[in-house]
Each structure stands twice: as C-alpha cells, then as structure tokens.
C-alpha cells in the first residue's frame, strides 16, 4: 500500500526509517558503503520500485537540509586562513574543472544525441557539478577529509557550489521567455553582496557573544536549538538572495571555525546532519526510473561511461598540471566523475526557462542519480592505480585504558616520550591509527591501543577526562592542531604538551592553548650543532656559551613573534654570517716564520716563494 502525501507523517517515518535500518547494514556487511544503501533503499520505497512512498520531490526539500547540515559542519573544520590557503585551488583547480568539464560534456549530447547547443551546454556545465554530499559523506565514512585528496576534492567541491549561481544566470540568459520581470543584474548583485555582507558581519560579531548567553543560561536542549536556527537562517537568507543555500551554511560555519562553542555545535548537529543526509540519499534513490533506463539504456550507458571518462581524465589532467603526486592525483579524480545534486537544480530551472525539453531533463536526472550510485564503486578502484597498500581493518577498542598521561602518536617522537615515562612507572595510554606500527610494537612488548586522535570520542574512550596529561606526538601538523582544540575545549582540566612540526605551528598551538610545545627537530639540531663545535676543537667552556647564546636568541625571537602573532619578528635575533673575532678560536701551535726578505726593512717575506725556508 502506498503512502499518500497526506498519510500520517509518522507513517512515512516508519517507512523511512525501516528501509534505511534494513538497506545500510547490509550494504556496509558488503562493503559496499552506506551511500548505496541509501539509494538501494529509495529506489525500493519509491514510486518507481514498490510504490510505498510515491512523492519525493517533497521529501528532497526536506532532505536538503541535511545537505544544509553537512555544509555547516564542514566549514566548522575550516576558518579564514585555512580557506586562504586552498585559494588556488578553489579558483584555478576548481574553475579550470568546470569549463574544461563542461565544455567536453557538451559533445555529447551535441554530437550523439543530436540535442541543439543551448541545451546541450547547459546539460554539459550542469553534469560538471559533482555531489558535495556524497562526495564528503564518503570521505567522512573512510576518515579521508584531511587527507590532501580530501582537501583537494573539497576545493573543487566549493567553488562548483559557487558556480550554480552564474549558472543558473547563463540558463536565463539563453531563455526564449521575456525576464523582464525580474530584478536589474546591478540589484541582483546587490543583493547577493548584502546577503554575504549579513552573514560575515553577523557570525564575526554577534554568535560568539549570542551562544555565550545561551550557555550560561545552561539549557542544553536551547544550545541545539540556536545551532539549527543559525543554520537555518543563513541558507534562508542565501537562499532569498539568490544564492544556494549550503553557501550560506558553509560561511557561517568557518566564521563560527574559531568559537568556543565550535565542538559543541557539531556535536548537537551531527545527529540531525546524519539522519536527513541519509533521507537526501533515500529520495534520490526514489527519483530512479527503472523504465526509463530500460528503455534508454543505450544512450544512458554511454553517457555514464562518456562522463566518467570525461571527468575523471580533467580532474587528473589538471592536478598533475598543477604538480600534484600521481596518488594524489587519481583518488581525487576518481571521487568526482558524478553529477551532483545542483544539477537537480539546473535542469528543471532549465525546463521551466524552456532552454532544455523536459524528456531531456528526465535522462539527465536518471544520469546524474546513475553516476552517484555508481561513484563508491569507481572510487573503490583507487587502491588499483597506486602503489600504497591500504591498512587492514582494526577494531577500536579501549579495555583497560586507565593511564594518567595519554599519548597520541606512536611514531618515533612519541615512542622515544613514552620510555622516559615508563621508565618512572608512568601509566601510560598510547593510541594510534597505524595498525602495521601498532601490530610492529605488539611484538615487542608494547600496548597500543587503535584509534583515531582527532576524533572526540575516542579521545573520551581512551580516558582523556580522566588524564592529567596530554601528550600530541603525531607527525601530521593539521591533526596536531586538531586534537589541541578538541582537548582544551572538552577536556580542560588536563594539560596539552604537543610536538610542533615548525616555528609558526608551534605559535598557532600556543594561540590554541598548549601547555607546551617542542618543535621536532629544535633539541636534535641543537646537540648536533654541539657536537659539530665540539668536533671542531672548541673546549667544553666555549661550547656551552655558544649554545646558551643561540638558545636565549631562539627563546627571544620566539616571544616577539608571539606577542605581535609575526613570523618575521626578530630575525635581527639570528646570525646570518660568521661573527667577526679579535682573536682566533684556538692559540697558534708555533711562532710563524718568514720565508723571505721583505725589501727595504730587513724581514722575511714569502713573495717569491724562496728563501730560508726552501733550505
């Protein structure tokens, strides 16, 4: 029996959530991820497979808010400087995909299809736009989203959701239909201007000091309440401008990226953002038409296999122009060869613009929700093209995790910490995402546990509230940062020492509020210099002066670069040249002699290279 758009939404529920409790345990038991779940599930409920659910241009309205959600809480991952860093790769990498993408789309639909060029430019720049959520969703799930072809895929993922916008005012652009009741471009520019305007002002000024209110009001359930409003209100008041409304989610979140409150929002949004992103899931996979396909299979296989093709060589191409690894080159292409879920978007506003007939939408529509079911399968080929071999599978388990000191990172540095803390009987618990290191330390005696420090609840799992040290050994700068900001933020009471990869990380982990911090390779690089003194002659006295000298300029240097937060402060501090001496480091051996007269005066000299000492 189907259910109508007017059954009792609790009945909808059922449905929903039955289908999505069924399809995606079974679909991860085949190792076949959760996305597909999502859309196998759809496309059995849907009007096009059982029938139990039969409107799902309603439920895709409601689902987009878990899109909204997932947007949010990525920019929450991210701030301004980091955003700044991916520059080039929002602007040139992402730009670059887009055109080139859309413009070898095109072809297709152009040339085999014999579509006329309007359309089929549209539908070409539409099917250049991949699937943030999925694309994310994935990375999330294989703990990916910081690795560079995470980073990478998400700058392209960015400016793709920006490009909607000149998109959709190319489709009206090449309309038939009179726009002259629409806005002039100067107050539609206005608008989208203001409407950013908004958003920066207000997350850079006011939500830190409206969430403070909040919490001291201590109301856990108004906390979440003011998270889902924020991000609401920003995608709405995107969304009345004219933009998308995950831009507006995505700002708010990186302006909300150095708050306080920032591991308390994702906490409370993450049940929501995983719950609706799956129903975005589920109502994609209820738009497949399985007759549809059947009857154009011939034409949808090319055109999924042309795609692919397409994407997956542009995404390659331009990354390894822009002299990217091989590695990380082919997973980031691979994990883009789908159409997303703005060209949903484009199309029907191109049917209604009537640039695009509406049997051409349809196929599109069938093509795009095709290549996302198909992208976990095409980016499970990655391991296939490189030459790293993947991890095996570990369990996180924290059974007897009690230590007083936690160490996070067992690689040389945190290895090397942990031996002078066992040494005085320091109860240690150490954890680890590497299992060949950890299995490697297993054999010789050491207890590791598995798990992945950056995140939250592993840190409360292996006993973070209950520590009174923190230990950060990771190599990886970024996680390092990470986990500093988890543990000060949720677990105050215990100190942070950390491992700093540089002079400029370790000033960021201060502003973050370690404890302490040692760069990797300060003390090795000082007892090297010292032994090289000490090779050269230099008497113990000598050596030790000189290293106290470079230690006190290094501690100077450091706390004029902290206090005005610049890099570049008290490099007067440094000895850029040999040091002018009035006497030599060591006392000559012998007298010299002259080895020949020096004309008029008597002496010795060596001008000609003759004389006494030729005898």
Request: hydrophobic residues 50%.
């Amino acid at each position: 029996m189907a259910a109508s758009p007017e059954a009792p939404v609790y009945f909808q529920a059922l449905i929903f959530l039955g289908a999505a409790v069924v399809a995606v345990p079974l679909f991860r038991k085949l190792r076949l991820g959760s996305i597909l779940g999502y859309l196998a599930a759809g496309l059995v409920i849907g009007p096009f497979g059982l029938g139990l659910l039969s409107d799902s241009t309603s439920v895709m309205h409601v689902a987009e808010l878990g899109v909204v959600l997932f947007l949010f809480i990525i920019g929450l991952e991210l701030n301004v400087s980091r955003l700044w860093a991916m520059r080039r790769d929002i602007f040139v990498l992402g730009t670059a995909q887009v055109v080139l993408s859309g413009l070898l789309t095109m072809l297709y639909p152009l040339l085999v299809a014999d579509r006329p060029w309007k359309a089929s430019l549209i539908a070409g720049l539409g099917l250049a736009l991949s699937s943030t959520a999925l694309v994310m969703q994935l990375l999330g799930e294989r703990g990916e989203v910081q690795q560079p072809h995470g980073q990478k895929a998400f700058a392209i993922l960015l400016l793709q959701d920006l490009a909607i916008v000149p998109l959709l005012a190319l489709v009206a652009l090449l309309s038939p239909l009179d726009s002259a009741g629409g806005d002039p471009a100067w107050l539609s520019a206005a608008k989208m201007v203001g409407g950013v305007a908004a958003v920066v002002l207000t997350g850079r000024y006011l939500l830190s000091p409206f969430f403070r209110v909040l919490a001291s009001a201590g109301a856990h359930e108004v906390m979440t309440a003011a998270a889902l409003l924020v991000v609401i209100a920003a995608a709405t008041l995107m969304t009345y401008v004219g933009l998308s409304s995950a831009l507006g989610a995505f700002l708010a979140g990186v302006l909300l990226a150095e708050s306080s409150y920032r591991h308390e929002l994702e906490a409370d949004l993450e049940p929501f953002r995983g719950l609706l992103l799956g129903l975005f899931f589920i109502s994609v996979g209820m738009t497949v038409d399985l007759q549809l396909i059947a009857r154009s299979w011939a034409v949808l296989l090319g055109a999924v296999v042309t795609l692919t093709a397409i994407k997956t060589s542009v995404v390659y191409g331009l990354m390894r122009l822009l002299r990217n690894g091989h590695e990380v080159s082919i997973r980031t292409a691979l994990l883009l060869p789908q159409g997303g879920e703005f060209g949903f978007v484009l199309f029907s506003t191109a049917v209604a613009a009537r640039v695009m007939e509406q049997e051409q939408a349809t196929l599109l529509v069938a093509l795009v929700t095709l290549t996302m079911a198909l992208t976990p399968l095409v980016a499970a080929l990655a391991p296939r093209f490189v030459a790293t071999r993947a991890a095996p599978e570990r369990e996180e388990r924290f059974d007897g995790a009690r230590g007083s000191v936690i160490i996070v990172g067992f690689g040389r540095f945190g290895q090397v910490v942990s031996q002078l803390l066992l040494a005085e009987g320091v109860d240690v618990t150490t954890i680890d995402n590497d299992v060949e290191m950890i299995e490697a330390a297993e054999r010789f005696g050491f207890k590791v546990y598995y798990g992945d420090g950056t995140r939250l609840d592993v840190l409360r799992a292996a006993g973070a509230e209950r520590a009174r040290l923190i230990c950060v050994c990771v190599e990886r700068k970024e996680a390092a940062t990470r986990i500093v900001e988890l543990c000060r933020t949720s677990f105050p009471l215990a100190e942070v020492y950390v491992r700093a990869y540089d002079r400029v990380h370790a000033l960021e982990l201060l502003e973050h509020g370690a404890h302490f911090q040692l760069r990797e390779t300060l003390e090795s690089a000082i007892v090297f210099g010292r032994a090289t003194l000490v090779g050269l002659g230099l008497s113990p006295e000598r050596v030790a002066e000189v290293e106290e000298d470079i230690r006190q300029r290094d501690r100077e240097r450091f706390a004029l670069q902290q206090q005005g937060r610049d890099p570049r402060a008290g490099n007067d501090k440094l000895y850029t040249r040999p040091v002018p001496r009035p006497e030599p480091f060591l006392p000559p051996q012998r007298q010299a002699i002259a080895l020949n007269p020096v004309p008029g005066t008597g002496e010795d000299s060596d001008q000609d290279g003759k004389g006494k000492g030729d005898r």
